[in-house]
Structures are given as C-alpha cells and as structure tokens.
C-alpha cells in the first residue's frame, strides 16, 4: 500500500508538472554548455593521481570504475554488473560487464576493459615512485597486504620501482583477477561497506596496454589525446584555461543512459564573467554571488526574478578547524593563542556565542540559516536499519531535540557562563585580553577580504572585542607553504567531504597519533601538544572511541551508535566547531534532482540522466522537482 501511494504520489507531482507552459514548450538540451572559474583549471589527467575535485568532476565523465550512485546516492552498477561479499566483507567479488571498450579520445577502439585493469590501477596507486603516494589512504587501510607493497616499493631504488609489473602485486596484495571479467579483493578485516570504495578515484582501472604504449613517464604526463576513454564521454578538445570539450562516447556500453551530445565547460575569470555569459545564453546555468542574488531576488520586475533556484548541499561540512600549536611570524610559539585555544571554556564559549547568521548571509543571502552546520559529517552519508540519518543521532548525543528551531547552536545563557570562567582561568596562566587570532586570505582576492571582513565582525560581536580580536593577514600564493606549513594561522574554515560510505572516513581525520590523520596532522597540529594538558587526555579518549566504533563490523546501527557518540564527544569538547554547508542559489536549465547526488565517492560531476529545460527553470518549478524527488524516496 505505502508504495502504491508513492506511486499516485508522484504521479500526480509529474501531472501537475506536464500542465506548466514552460515544460509544455521547453526542449530537452544536446549540446550543454558549462563553466568554471580559471582557478580550477584541471591539474592533471591522471584519475589515479588526482585528489581534487576539481579534477575528479571532469574525469569520472571519462573513465568508469566498478560503481556509480543514481540521484538517491545508491550503489549502482557501472562495470561491474554484480558485486558483493560472502564472509561479512572480507573478501568481496565484483562481476564485470564483457562489453566495456578502452578508445582515444576521437572514438576509436583501443581495447577490451578486463579485470586485469584494476590491478595495474592498484599498482600504479601503491606504488611510491609512481603515484607519489596520492590515493594510497584508502587502500593501505583496507585491503590485504597493500601498506607492505606501498613500503616495499618506496624502499627499492626508484628504477627499479618504475619497473615493476603486477605479478609483485599479486604475490603481496589481496587483489585478484579470477579471470577476464571477475575481480576479487581481500581486505584487512571484514570492511561491510568497501563496496562504496567501488566510486573512487583509488580503485579505478589503468589498461596494461595503454601502459606499454605510453610507458609509466608518459602515463604520469598523459593529456586528453594520448589517454584512454572508458566512460560515457571523452574530451574531444583541450585549451587550457579556455574551454573543454566532452563529446559522446560513440562505444560506450551503456547506450540508453541519458547523455549529452557534446558538453563544454567555459574556463571564465569570475562568477560575475559568468553570470555575463548566463545573460547572453551562451551558459546553461550559472552560481549567483550574493550581489546578484540580492539585486535579482528585490526586484520583481528582474527577468530573472522568478528563475531563482537554491541548490542542494555539495558534499562538504565546512567547520573552523583550530590550531592548537600556533607560531608566530618570527617562529616564535604563540602561547597566548595557543594556552586560550586550549582551554575547554574558551572553545565553549566560542561554540555557544559566536552567531553566524551574519556571515552565513555571505553564503546565502535568501536563506543563511538553512546553510547552518552542527555535525561534523554530512548528512544523507549513511542509514540506520530503520531509516535514521546518522546525523540525527549525533545531534541527539549533544541534546538537540528534532525540531530545527532547536538546531541553532547559539545558546547566549551558556555564552554567559564560559566566557568568564575561561578568562578567569586564562589569566591565572597569564593569558592576556583580547586574544589575538589570525586568520589569512589570499592577496588580491576581493571576495575572500569582503567575506574575512563580515568574518570579523561576526566573531567580534558575537564574543566581544574585549575577549577576542580577529587580525585579517594574507598570503601571496600558497596557502600550504606560506601558512599551514610554517603554522601561522590560529583556525581555518575548511570542508571535508567522503570518499567512501562509512563516518570513519570523516571522524579519522582528527585521530591523535596517526600520521595518515588529515586534519589532525595539517591543521591542528595536536601530536605537537604537550601530552600532559587536559586536551591531548580528551583527544587520545576520542581516538579510543573511534577506534573502538571501527572494530565493530557486524552490526551496523551498532556501529554508527558508537561512531555518533565518537562525534558527540569531539563536539562537545569542541576539537572543531561546525560552521556550515554550501548551498547556493542558482539560474539553471536543469532539473537538479536528476543529477547524482551523493556524499561521497566522485561521481557527483557526471553530465548523465540529466533532465534539461531550453527555456530555464522556475522557482514554482524547482520546488515542484524537489516535490517529486521526495515522493520517490
């Protein structure tokens, strides 16, 4: 009965959409044409070498691996037609499809996709003199024998390493060509969601052929005409830093997925060049800055007015990330900052008093208090049995009820109460008042030095200037050699999004005393804290708690219950302090509901099953599609 009712349902959503003028009249888009900003030009060809999504967005659209996610963010098939596990996730199988076609980027056929493939992918990952160590995180924590090939390879000397084939691989590492079209992993433990691994950029396949032809210098500089194509589209034109040009993959296995003829993505200046280029129809849908969503929402008579259509959430939780072992410009130790930041009412009162609507408003000026973070993972991530967000159980391990009105994490009263108490204990340990935070923005950028403005002014009302004193710095072009590496800054904002379905792959980052600990190691700096200080203590709890949600492999609302108390905890003792999700507003011929959307993986940027509309989407029509999506769950 539920599904018939869903069914009528949606319907009766898709009915009352067929009576619009627009759809009536608009037609469905073959040739589609994007854009992105010139500062994220593509880096590098190589999928198995990328870590960036700028670089992932275009080429999954180019090469497929075992799986794919539909508009619900579920599993899909891609190569591999079957796959699952026998033994709780040990060992996991994935058939493959015999159908699947390597060909350049003009179309013609170049090879058969085996499963041999995916071990010269693996290969080339693991090995050091390679692939330079990117993408190794995943597989060195997951499947058999991987870290002791990684190890061995960075150990030989680098031509020797250079020269290796699969047959080492075989011999140390779980992975396994049964036969043509039948791929076998072993993994360290039993692992119940490696499949979602299946999505990403570490488990994609490399053609041994195409390694002979080019070799590994000419595979580490491979560009869109001497590498191989096995997904929907290949990238028929290249200028750099102009325009990209995906053309239809004229042998693709999947003949009746929906896809474009040709898809270009413009490479503009600014958000403002593009939204030019939406003006003039030369784009098919465009971000809005918060100037031009204020300027088309307050004016009735805009022509864009009523085409006003605020995104979904990217798959990335933004949060401040604070530094806990700061140095000063001359290499000094900054132990103002450093003794305030690590105090726990000094955090709390940042936690509770800092209001962000202000700032939010820079995000989304329509809606800022829709963008609010209070997790530190992203919702839609994973699933209880009985069909909870993994994220409301965190929220009910710090006490929020299930209203939204009480997800606000301003709380004035509790403001109230660690503020004096942490000034109180700072200036016993001779702390003075106003601490100085530093925050840095690259040089030249308007829009960064506007935000870190609004930035400033929201953290100083909220907390007092008399308790802390944002100084606005700036760096000349690396962010990473100039700041991070020299530990000069006192917090960043930062986003983190998955790489594969499970909560460990967000909580694992703030791990005390793993090296591979993205964020503790980069930005937090906490294994140079003197062990004895109450934080370290808390971070080494939060470590064992992670540790111990990880372990438990077969019960899985077993498993997010621990890993929702590891990220209460982490909250609470507020190691980061969530800040926001992106969603933006947009002007689009797209129904954004058909697209892939997912948390994780690298799957969101492919241009297939897309729903296009020649004539722009309405408002009354995006919440019509947003109706519909929902209906269908």
Known sequence: MKKLTTLLLSCLVLLSLCVSPLLVNAEEITDFVDYETQAREIETFNVLFSQTNMD??????????????????ALKPDIAKEWGTDDGGKTWVFNLRDDVKWVDYEGNEKADCVAEDWLWGLEWVLNFYKNNAANTSMPIQMIEG????????????????????????????????????????????????????????????????????????????????????????????????????????????????????TV??????????????????????????????????????????????????DKYSYQFHFCFDKNLENGDKDENWNKAIRNENFRLAWYNGLDLTTYLSRLNALNPLGC????????????????????????????????????????????NEYKPKAIEELEAEGVEFPVQADYYIKSGNQTAADSALVLKQTIEDSLGADFIQLNIKEYVSSQTQE??????????????????????????QEIYGDDNAYYAQKFSHINEVPEDTPLVEDYKKFTEMVKEANAITDDMDARYAKFAEAEAFMLQKVFVLPCYYNIAWELSTVNEYTRIYVPYGNQQGRYVNWDTYSEGVTSEMAAEFAEAYEAEK
């Open 146 to 261: 991987a870290s002791e090939y990684y190890e061995y390879t960075k150990e030989l000397p680098e031509e020797e390493a250079l020269a290796l084939g699969i047959d080492k691989l075989l011999e140390m590492v779980g992975i396994e060509a049964v036969d043509d079209y039948t791929l076998k992993y072993t993994c360290v433990d039993k692992i119940p969601y490696f499949d979602t691994l299946g999505t990403y950029a570490c488990l994609y396949p490399l053609s041994g052929k195409l390694l002979e032809e080019l070799g590994v210098e000419g595979y580490k500089a491979i560009d869109n005409e001497t590498m191989w194509y096995n997904g929907p589209y290949t990238m028929t034109s290249y200028i750099h830093q102009n325009e990209k040009v995906l053309t239809k993959n004229p042998l693709y296995f999947d003949q009746d997925i929906k896809r474009f003829d």
């Open 56 to 73: 992932l967005q275009v080429l999954c659209n180019l090469v497929d691996s075992l799986l794919t996610n539909d508009n619900h963010g």
């Open 483 to 508: 700041v991070r590496d020299p530990q000069l800054a006192s917090f960043y904002i930062n986003g983190w999004g998955a790489d594969y379905g499970d909560p460990y792959n967000f909580l694992v």
């Open 264 to 313: 270009t993505i413009k490479m503009v200046e600014s958000p403002d060049i593009a939204f030019q280029l939406y003006q003039t129809g030369e784009i098919d849908r465009v971000g809005l800055t918060e100037a031009n969503l204020q300027n088309i929402s307050r004016n009735d008579s805009n022509e864009f007015h009523d085409y006003l259509v605020e995104r979904r959430p």
């Open 372 to 415: 609010t973070n209070i997790c530190y993972s992203f919702p839609n991530l994973v699933f209880t049995s009985d069909g909870r967000d993994y994220t409301d159980l965190v929220k009910e391990n710090i006490g929020l009820e299930e209203s939204l009105e009480s997800y606000a994490r301003y709380n004035e009263e509790k403001f």
